[in-house]
């Protein structure tokens, strides 16, 4: 059974960085597409960005231009790098596939940026 544990995020100003790791227990996750999620208060869960096993990417409008997602096969491991975050970017962020049943979903990581 595939185990997603996410890790990176915290407190940040708005304009600052953080970069977010996604490292999952077994590496069939190298085989799919990959993307991160985020939950604010009170919304719907929604995907922030994908990636495909070979390196193509897709963003929400929302973060396009400010964050990047990568992937690491060797290591099994995804990351997000969000540049010049705001406010509204404060939710928990989970990473999953993208494109078939969803493998047990993680803790997450809170990323909260204040304004």
């Known amino acids: 059974q595939v185990q997603l544990v996410e890790s990176g995020g915290g407190l940040v100003q708005a304009g600052g960085s953080l970069r977010l790791s996604c490292s999952a227990s077994?590496?069939?996750?190298?085989?799919?597409?990959m993307g991160w999620y985020r939950q604010a208060p009170g919304k719907e869960r929604e995907r922030v960005a994908s990636?495909?096993?070979?390196?193509?990417?897709n963003y929400a409008d929302s973060v396009k231009g400010r964050f990047t997602i990568s992937r690491d096969n060797a290591k099994s491991t995804v990351y997000l790098q969000m540049n010049r975050l705001k406010p509204d970017a404060t939710a928990v962020y989970y990473c999953?596939?993208?494109?078939?049943?969803?493998?047990?979903w993680g803790q997450g990581t809170q990323v909260t940026v204040s304004s």
């Open positions: 077994g590496s069939i996750i190298n085989l799919n597409i």
């Open positions: 990636i495909t096993s070979g390196g193509n990417t």
């Open positions: 999953n596939s993208v494109g078939r049943a969803y493998y047990p």
